[in-house]
DNA sequence: CTGAAAGCGCTTACAG
DNA sequence: CTGAAAGCGCTTACAG
């Protein structure tokens, strides 16, 4: 029989009832745990009666009948990139046992399909939508509306990453995150940085350019470049080179590159060996996330950890608390690796 | 006021429909394309009214009156694994734009969990359940007797990366294309080799594997090991480790091993620099998968490259047309790298 | 073209 | 404790 549209034949609560000689009142009552508790013996009836059906009760109706869907939408720029990733597993975590399923949408940045997909999760009457990842507050507009509206509507709403006037939510401290990793690059002796700033029309970048600057000058040090380019490994790879071209970065006197992420990061270190500069002698390089594969890299980097999946699983725990989203800061730390040694250390 | 349980509040069809002063029949056709097209004037009644509501369908009322949820649900080991979260990418897109949503499930691959996936999303009534991911066909027996009845109440479901007796699926020429690697090696000069091959009860790395050293063989090469261990970063590390150890891999002469995934290559890098040997010189190194920062590493690390989004991409797309789900297989292809560069080339 | 009515599969006050 | 009945919000033959 070829597989056609739905799934109509399956077995219906009405079904597994009149198997077991009772209503569906008390079927459902049996099954889907209720206050009301049937007779163990009946009990036994149904339960017996369902497993011999294979019934499985139908969510979409019971959806509508108790007015709650059992579903938590999720809400990613990439679900392909690890920072993504790691915070939907967390979510997933977050979300428990209690069989609440994951809707996700990967959006790929694009205000248009962030908007439908909150709708289409709106549609679907999830019972929360966790919105993860930076977008720049401009054209937001209809999204902070479509979401005011959800929540007029019962929904909860948490943030991850970034902040939002009208939600909770669980944020990270990027500028505090990046003061941290200058100190300790002070520390370390560094005295001339170069910053790959990234898109600065994102606020996860912007804050951590501007807390590893801000620590730098309270220090009297001041960066002999903060260039933009592309959040991505190509930008850092792209704006690495033209440093390189402009002569700020050369062979025999050390300039620490931090790069407002780790895939940038990547590509900086590529650039710089593609010049003929070593590593960490010349340039040395800090990043920022731990994305898995950095401690392998030679050198290795150095970096910020930040707690994704802890990030994503207090979120996915806060949406199915009771009372008011809350809203929750976590901090990064730095973490020290061969990338950033000082020369004649 | 609170966030609570629900949306109940939300407006409804009806309230569309009295507002614009027609049925709900009306509205229902005007605003979820029915082959009944309503008169323009009414229709533009009814989307000002929708619109002036803010009215969103109910897709759960849906989906019950129309037997049809909108769903499909993917079932990955672990959506924070690259090789995940790019295959569900893919399915993303393969899923188009037709407002289908993405019910996700990672399991860690808990077959009680996989289990439970499944019949959740049974319960969900998702149109298409799409299986990522190799599994032991051990005690399997309850999962595809739950997969067979959803099959035969019209669902669909596809595998991606491993072959089911009963279903379709796209899955992956592993062998083929450890073998053209082998191939490629063999033809740069390579005669010494060794195999890390991971968890020989995954077919995945099985496939693998066989089929390199098949293709070795073929050639009159045998490997001086093929070690098994954790199919992971830290697998290759300590198994590489221990090749080390016994005197398989030394400085001087030349061995190129081949890892059944790129995690354990990058594993096995850290592990013979730490122990001093050189790379690629005494001990060139391969994986497979082509993961993201692979050519980031130094030496860049030779792979196989395996088209993650496009398998996902086309199970997606697979889910969504008529007919039987077809049976596809792809194949990855050797990407070579510095690791692989052999002495004196 | 339009609408009244039945039905999708469940849950849950309300009676008994 | 158990069941009959109404209702959740839509869709769709069926009449008109």
Do not use: W
Request: glycine share 12%; charged share 25%; net charge negative.
């Amino acid at each position: 029989m070829a597989a056609t549209e739905g799934n109509g034949v399956a077995v219906r609560l009405a079904d597994v009832a009149r198997e077991a000689g009772v209503s569906p009142a008390t079927a459902s009552r049996v099954l889907n745990g209720s206050s009301r508790k049937p007779a163990e013996e009946i009990a036994d009836r149904v339960r017996v009666a369902a497993q011999r059906l294979g019934y499985f009760p139908n969510a979409q109706a019971q959806a509508l009948a108790r007015n709650t869907a059992g579903l938590v939408g999720l809400i990613v720029h990439d679900i392909a990139d690890p920072y993504f990733s790691s915070i939907a597993r967390g979510v997933q975590q977050g979300l428990g046992e209690n069989g609440v399923q994951l809707l996700l949408n990967s959006t790929g940045r694009d205000p248009q399909r962030e908007l439908a997909a909150v709708r289409a999760f709106m549609s679907h009457r999830t019972d929360a939508i966790l919105l993860a990842g930076s977008r720049s507050q401009q054209e937001d507009h209809e999204l902070m509306e479509a979401l005011r509206r959800y929540q007029d509507n019962g929904g909860r709403v948490a943030m991850i990453g970034q902040p939002l006037p009208a939600a909770g939510g669980v944020q990270l401290d990027n500028a505090g995150a990046a003061a941290a990793l200058a100190d300790e690059l002070l520390k370390l002796g560094h005295r001339r940085f170069a910053v790959l700033a990234g898109d600065q029309s994102l606020a996860t970048a912007r804050d951590r350019v501007e807390g590893f600057v801000g620590k730098l000058r309270d220090a009297g040090v001041e960066p002999v470049a903060v260039r933009e380019g592309a959040f991505t490994r190509d930008g850092g790879y792209h704006t690495a080179g033209d440093l390189v071209r402009d002569g700020l970065l050369e062979a025999g006197r050390q300039t620490c590159v931090f790069c407002a992420n780790d895939v940038m990061a990547l590509g900086t270190m590529t650039a710089v060996r593609e010049r003929g500069l070593r590593l960490p002698d010349d340039v040395a390089v800090a990043g920022f996330d731990d994305i898995p594969t950095l401690g392998d890299m030679f050198p290795s980097v150095t970096t910020v950890r930040i707690p994704l999946e802890e990030i994503g699983r207090m979120a996915g725990e806060m949406v199915m608390e009771d009372g008011d989203a809350r809203r929750l800061v976590v901090s990064g730390h730095p973490v020290l690796r061969e990338s950033t040694r000082p020369v004649g250390a």
